[in-house]
Nanobody
């Protein structure tokens, strides 16, 4: 059974940076395209970024140039570096495979506010 544990969320001021981490257990990451999603209260979960097996990152337009997704198959981890954060980035962030096919982890809360 695959388990996902996200960490790294915090309260940060606009313009600040955060690095989210995700530890994946129960499978080999190299088999999958991986992704970060986010969800705000009252909104549907949206795909923020995904990364192919060859390390190519694809991003939601609103985060292009500010967020960077990465993966480490050997350590079974993935990360999301978030720079130049904006209040509209406030959400709970989740990691999963690209199709959202694993059971969702608890997520990690990111709040961007002055």
């Amino acid at each position: 059974q695959v388990q996902l544990v996200e960490s790294g969320g915090a309260l940060v001021q606009p313009g600040g940076s955060l690095r989210l981490s995700c530890v994946v257990s129960g499978t080999r990451l190299s088999f999958y395209t991986l992704a970060w999603y986010r969800q705000s209260p009252g909104s549907e979960r949206e795909l923020v970024a995904h990364i192919t097996g060859t390390g190519i990152g694809i991003y939601l337009d609103s985060v292009k140039g500010r967020f960077t997704i990465s993966r480490d198959n050997a350590k079974s981890t993935m990360a999301l570096q978030m720079d130049s954060l904006k209040p509209e980035d406030t959400a709970k962030y989740y990691c999963n495979r690209f199709d959202g096919g694993w059971a969702w982890g608890p997520g990690t809360q990111v709040t961007v506010s002055s």
